[in-house]
């Protein structure tokens, strides 16, 4: 059916139009979580790849329609009384139409099943090595040559070549930072690996995610990477070594107290826990800056201790909105002090169950995320959150209503807690408890 001559010149510009929206898309350096980047060679090689099957498939494309165009003008039907002419088999075409694809699909799976052991395989040992451990819904990150233990937010050297090793505490996960390389499922009972180098990319920050449905807050399991250069990495590695910031004791005193899982078994790596969170170091304030990792002269500057929060590129910056109606007196000043004794003397909220702050003999949790350097990072909760004092205090006292299905209890008095269907008794936190636990956490940078 012809349309309208308006509507026909609509149509008309609307092509080029979307062509050109289509291509400035493509071309835009800040779209946030595009694979099509060259900062790895891992989005080299997969970026190869693409272009090779993009390529080869136009050819086909452009070929077959080409056949197909050629076949029906040809061939057609030019006057009633004609019959098409009956053929039955033609031995040369099916050789070639058998042969041709063959061809072509060895010229696929040869670089693509390279591609697939190159990048899968275990990276040489001097790579720098980050175990990456899967939770609903946060990521555990551990270096294990330089004994730290950190949570959702990964930081790595310009130029190292990094291994990561990927395993799950619980469900499927999958560790996907698009911009610089790769996904890769975190699989119950197995480890994956998955490396790249950082090489042609500036100090910045990087979206991470988890890429494989793991439950209720899947959408909420975020992580950030930042790339540094190797003096920054290794500030912050030293700062990340260190014993708590604020309120930490001898180690003698933490190495006594068990660590285990929660039903007890040594399930993951967890129970490798009191060696990999530096407890057993010899002196708990002082930095271990002798690490036999660190690449040889590089000094480790004071100054850099972590990605500063107004560095974040727009598409880094955490979007989730609050929940409407959860409020939280913010003119109450918190003592860090009173914070500590509270979590640790009166047992307050339990954070002693789930919590490790090294230095701090009775925070030996496992289940959360290690909160030694929890100021230090620039979100909260999976990258959903920033990481600032209104945040924490809303996360304390309500954890379950800011992230649906969470772990971590319901704390603040008075508050619903979606998960038990209940309302928490007058005993528990009120703001000003919470305000001193804020103040402490902050203290931990
Ligand atoms: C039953 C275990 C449990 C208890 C008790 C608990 N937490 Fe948590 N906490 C968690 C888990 C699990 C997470 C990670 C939740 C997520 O992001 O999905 C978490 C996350 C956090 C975070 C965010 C850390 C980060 O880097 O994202 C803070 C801060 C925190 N908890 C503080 C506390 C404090 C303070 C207390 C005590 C008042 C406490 N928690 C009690 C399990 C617990
Ligand atoms: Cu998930």
């Known amino acids: ?92 075409l099916e050789i070639l139409w058998t042969a041709i694809p063959a061809v072509i699909l060895a010229f696929i799976a040869v670089p693509t099943v390279r591609t697939i052991f190159k990048s899968q395989a275990v990276a040489s040992a001097d790579a720098l090595q980050v175990e990456v451990i899967g939770h609903q819904w946060w990521w555990e990150f551990r270096y294990p040559q330089y004994q730290i233990t950190t949570a959702n ?18 469900v499927l996960h999958s560790f996907s930072i698009p911009q610089l390389g790769g996904k890769r499922d975190l699989i119950t009972n197995h480890v994956n690996y998955l490396w790249f180098t950082p090489d042609s990319v500036g100090e910045g920050a990087w979206n991470g995610f988890c890429a494989e449905f793991c439950g209720t807050s899947h959408g909420n399991m975020h992580f950030r990477v930042f790339t540094v250069a190797p003096s920054n990495f290794e500030g912050w590695a030293a700062n990340q070594q260190k014993m708590a910031a604020f309120g930490a004791v001898a180690p003698a005193a933490a190495s006594v107290v068990p660590v285990s899982t929660p039903d007890g078994t040594a399930r993951g790596s ?13 002196t708990p304030t002082v930095p271990v800056v002798t690490n036999p990792t660190h690449p040889a002269g590089t000094a480790v500057p004071a100054t850099f201790v972590s990605f500063p929060y107004d560095k974040l590129g727009v598409h880094n910056i955490p979007q989730t909105p609050l929940p409407e109606g959860l409020t939280f007196n913010e003119s109450l000043k918190g003592d860090p002090q009173r914070g500590l004794d509270f979590m640790t003397k009166q047992m307050g909220g339990g ?23 929890v100021a230090s990072r620039t979100t909260l909760a999976g990258g959903i959150y920033p990481n600032d004092a209104k945040h924490l205090a809303l996360w304390v006292k309500n954890a379950r209503w800011m992230k649906p299905g ?17 309302y928490i008794p007058k005993t528990g936190l009120n703001d000003q408890q919470i305000a001193d636990i804020v103040a402490y956490l902050q203290a931990l940078k």
Not at 407 to 422: C, E, H, R, S, V
């Open 153 to 170: 937010e990964i930081y790595l050297p310009v130029g190292r070549k990094v291994n990561f090793k990927l395993t799950t505490q619980d």
């Open 1 to 92: 059916m012809p349309l309208p001559p308006r509507l026909r010149r609509h149509h008309a510009a609307a092509l080029p139009a979307l062509l050109a929206i289509f291509i400035a898309g493509c071309a835009n350096a800040d779209y946030p979580n595009s694979v099509f980047t060259r900062f790895t060679e891992f989005n080299r090689d997969i970026g190869y790849l693409f272009k090779l099957l993009i390529y080869l498939g136009t050819f086909v494309f452009i070929f077959v329609e080409g056949i197909l165009l050629y076949t029906i003008f040809k061939f057609r039907r030019k006057s009633d009384s004609e019959r098409p002419k009956h053929v039955h088999g033609n031995t040369t």
């Open 406 to 422: 969470v772990i971590m209890p319901t704390l603040g008095a008075g508050q619903y807690d979606p998960i038990t269907k209940t």
């Open 351 to 373: 954070c002693v169950g789930c919590h490790m702050i090294n230095g701090n003999p009775v925070m030996r949790g496992v289940i959360g995320p290690n909160l030694t350097h």
């Open 270 to 282: 967890a129970v490798a826990l009191p060696a990999a969170t530096g407890i057993a170091a010899a």
